[in-house]
């Protein structure tokens, strides 16, 4: 197999820096993956060392089985615990372990799932690391996997636990490779980096070796400026001397083939000329239809948007309506289950507003639903939203609120439409609310939750209007 002389040169330069660039990279990207896990594992060791030392082992020594979990110390521990490791993203559990007879127990779990350990529940990987970390210090060596995933962990004992007791952190294996991922990402850089380098070398070395061909070139200038008296000889077995061939064939040739390619050049020029001018004009016709059609896109997307903005707003009050806030309630609720982000819904309703329609028309009951729906948007945050749930009632989502701040937001509402005045025809009447306030619940459904604040809000009427009413707090949360 024959290789032109520019692939010989180009090949041998860029494999030859590509070894050398290779191997530094290689070297580097090892040295970052070793480095990587000796720094989190020192980062556990120590957090599981700093931790030991705050927890005190002689107030732990009366939690040894599950009826335990009412004992105050427990609460106590387990809330300081779950604190502690809420400030460190990179910790998933934080446990206390008791050594006894040759077994180690649970005393405290962080775990917030189904899965948590009870106080008195054996643990049986006793890993080396795990029984080590009774007495000093220590870290896993390598990734260990149990019921509850796979971890690498750091342990430490706790002060005055006399090797009986230890605190574990528990970093998910899945953290850790996400890290290790960012420095193949960097590896895979580096790497096409080198390739990028080799590439650049290769040409640059190439084109220094290519010379010998310079006096090709130089050659075929001088017959492209008409010296058609030309010839070269060499011989070198390779493509060069096809090359040469082919130009001593094309000198000789060339005289009559320039008539033929003027000849050419003019018949080209002529249909260039009226190329051009066809596509100018079709070029103009296409422009104009193009604006048409533009024009047509953008009033059907705004007809389009119209018709959404119609189908999710009351037509009164220009609140969302009850399809609209369902929408916004459902993603609530989902965003419950996945992170126990609370959320408060009040359920608001105009006192005796059939009196105002009975006594001053239907059109000062609209005028009356317009402002205070205009009351509410003003002072709600700008997170919540209201909507017109039906008739003279109104739905508010208060987002990232729990009941006790729900029930501050509602006597805000309250107090704010009972303060303005509503000017109806020459008179100004004064309104008021009955409020219903529910908090979503752990196994709720949002209509059993809409429920909740509805009933509340009839306890508020029957209790004389104008007041706001908690609903109980569902049963599944308090037992959480």
């Not at 032109?4 to 580097?28: K, P």
């Not at 008539?259 to 009226?274: G, S, T, W, Y």
């Not at 296409?286 to 896109?297: D, G, I, T, Y």
Request: net charge negative.
């Amino acid at each position: 197999m024959h290789l032109n002389i520019r692939r010989r040169l180009f090949l041998s330069h860029f494999f030859a820096v590509l070894l050398v660039s290779g191997s530094i990279g290689s070297y580097f990207y090892f040295t970052a993956v070793q480095r990587l896990m000796e720094s989190v594992q020192a980062r556990l060791e120590n957090s599981a060392a700093l931790i030991g030392q705050t927890l005190d082992a002689a107030e732990l020594g009366t939690i040894r089985n599950a009826d335990d979990r009412t004992d105050p110390t427990y609460q106590r521990y387990l809330d300081l615990l779950r604190n502690l490791g809420r400030t460190n993203p990179d910790i998933a559990f934080l446990d206390v372990m008791r050594h006894s007879a040759g077994r180690v127990y649970f005393v405290l779990d962080t775990d917030e799932s189904e899965q948590q350990a009870l106080p008195g529940r054996e643990y049986t990987e006793r890993t080396p690391p795990l029984m080590l970390g009774f007495q000093r210090p220590s870290v896993d060596d390598r990734v260990y996997q149990d019921e509850w995933g796979s971890f690498l962990s750091g342990y430490s004992p706790l002060r005055n636990g006399n090797g009986e007791y230890l605190v574990g952190l528990d970093m998910r294996a899945d953290e850790l490779e996400r890290k290790l991922a960012a420095i193949r990402i960097a590896g895979l850089l580096s790497l096409a980096l080198s390739i990028l380098l080799a590439l650049l070398f290769s040409r640059i070395l190439t084109a220094h070796f290519t010379g010998p061909v310079r006096l090709l070139i130089e050659r075929c200038r001088t017959i492209a400026q008409g010296d058609l008296d030309q010839s070269v000889a060499i011989r070198s077995g390779d493509e060069l001397e096809q090359l040469v061939d082919a130009f001593n064939a094309m000198s000789s040739k060339l005289a009559d083939s320039r008539a033929q390619a003027e000849k050419a050049q003019q018949l080209l020029q002529q249909a260039r000329d009226l190329l051009e001018l066809r596509v100018a004009e079709r070029t103009q016709d296409l422009m104009a239809v193009n604006e048409r059609l533009l024009h047509e896109v953008a009033e059907r997307a705004r007809a389009e948007e119209l018709l959404a903005q119609a189908a999710r707003s009351d037509p009164l009050t220009g609140l969302m309506n009850r399809r609209a806030m369902l929408e916004h309630l459902e993603y609530e609720a989902a965003r419950f289950q996945r992170s126990r982000t609370p959320f408060t819904l009040l359920l608001a309703d105009l006192d005796r507003f059939k009196s105002i329609n009975d006594t001053y028309g239907h059109d000062a009951g609209d005028q009356a639903l317009i402002q205070t729906s205009e009351q509410l948007v003003h002072d709600i945050r700008a997170q919540d939203l209201v909507a017109r749930w039906g008739g003279e009632e109104f739905l508010i989502l208060l987002p990232d609120t729990d009941l006790r701040g729900g029930l501050i937001v509602a006597e805000a509402l309250r107090e704010g439409v009972a303060a303005q005045k509503v000017a109806i025809g020459e008179q100004d009447l004064r309104l008021t609310l009955s409020i219903g306030v529910a908090a979503y619940g752990w196994g709720q459904t949002i209509h059993q939750c809409i429920k909740a604040a509805d009933t509340a809000l009839y306890q508020a009427k029957l209790e004389g209007r104008n007041r706001v009413v908690a609903a109980p707090a569902p049963a599944s949360l308090d037992a959480d």
